[in-house]
């Protein structure tokens, strides 16, 4: 936790010592294309918290059952919580980007599918969008 904190100003490891076996405290430096991946999920999510309200008001229904209940009565909750459990799986993903998983480095890939996936989802809610307002 202490290198996700500090390692973004004083960035000491941005290799793992030789010899030692890559883990989630072995790097506090990461590659700033997992730094945009990372916001360009938050926002994508920011904008599908948004969307989602907005449709919700014009009649849609949130699909996800965790989810449903905390969008009933203006959505604040139902946006903390999105954002913060995003928040923490991006996290979690950046960390992880150099541990291989599986014997292969998952966590990028996993990071940048998330973010396509998410322009698919925003596209799909902007031609709801139009058309409820049609």
Known sequence: MRALLTGAWQARRRN????EKVRVGAVDWHAPQWFAAALVVLLLSMADTFL??????????EVNP????????????FAFLKLALTATAVT????????????????????????????????YELWLVDRSFA
Not at 52 to 60: E, K, N
């Open 16 to 19: 793992p010592r030789r010899g």
């Open 52 to 61: 989602t309200l907005v449709l919700v008001q014009h009649g849609a229904i």
């Open 66 to 77: 965790i989810m449903a209940p905390l969008v009933i009565g203006g959505g604040r909750s």
């Open 92 to 123: 979690i993903l950046v960390a992880l980007t150099r541990v291989p998983t599986f014997g292969r480095l998952l966590a990028g890939p996993i990071l940048v599918g998330t973010a396509f996936l998410y322009v698919l989802l925003i596209g």
